[in-house]
């Protein structure tokens, strides 16, 4: 079992910056891929980013490259999202999940465990 609980949501306004975290227990997180998923009111649960067990290998979703960044500090088992250059359209509760494998993926069926989510709320 992991257990993952997020942390670093709130209020921003369009432009600004934000990271949110992610804390995990459980099994040993170094060898679990991670991803933040984000669901907006009303949409379907999406893809942002992820990162392998050693951080060598990270995907993005286009909407969010080249202002968002993932990576993760295995020695404290927590995954951060910077995320730059807000827009009113990243608002949504962010989720951060786990995945038996060290490969990360883009999909929510392939994460295992999730976390209970942080509200990202960007003001325009």
């Known amino acids: 079992q992991v257990q993952l609980v997020e942390s670093g949501g709130g209020l921003v306004q369009a432009g600004g910056s934000l990271r949110v975290s992610c804390a995990a227990s459980?099994?040993?997180?170094?060898?679990?891929?991670m991803g933040w998923f984000r669901q907006a009111p009303g949409r379907e649960r999406e893809f942002v980013a992820a990162?392998?067990?050693?951080?060598?290998?990270?995907y993005y979703a286009d909407s969010v490259k080249g202002r968002f960044t993932i990576s993760r500090d295995n020695a404290k088992n927590t995954v951060y999202l910077q995320m730059n250059s807000l827009r009113s359209e990243d608002t949504a509760v962010y989720y951060c999940?786990?995945?038996?494998?060290?490969?990360?993926?883009?999909?929510?069926?392939?994460?295992?465990?999730w976390g209970q989510g942080t509200q990202v709320t960007v003001s325009s």
């Open positions: 999940a786990a995945r038996s494998l060290p490969v990360p993926g883009t999909e929510k069926y392939e994460y295992d465990y």
């Open positions: 459980g099994r040993t997180f170094g060898s679990s891929a």
């Open positions: 990162i392998s067990w050693s951080g060598g290998r990270i």
